[in-house]
């Protein structure tokens, strides 16, 4: 199996990882990248929802 994912850095969301199309089956995961009060609205619907904060910049897993 290929856990391996790229990521080029931009803002906004990034979805690296999708629900069945990915060798992960039952995961879905993603990277958000925010500037200095920047924001972004989502809905995680019925979906267990994880945020990782690194550094000075935010970037969310979910």
Do not use: N, W
């Amino acid at each position: 199996m290929d856990y391996k994912k790229s990521y080029r850095t931009q803002k906004g969301y990034t979805k690296l990882c999708a629900k069945g199309e990915c060798s992960l089956e039952q995961l879905e995961f993603g990277i958000l990248e925010l500037g200095p009060k920047e924001g972004y609205v989502f809905d995680t619907g019925e979906s267990e929802t994880v945020f990782v904060l690194l550094e000075e910049h935010y970037y969310f897993l979910f």
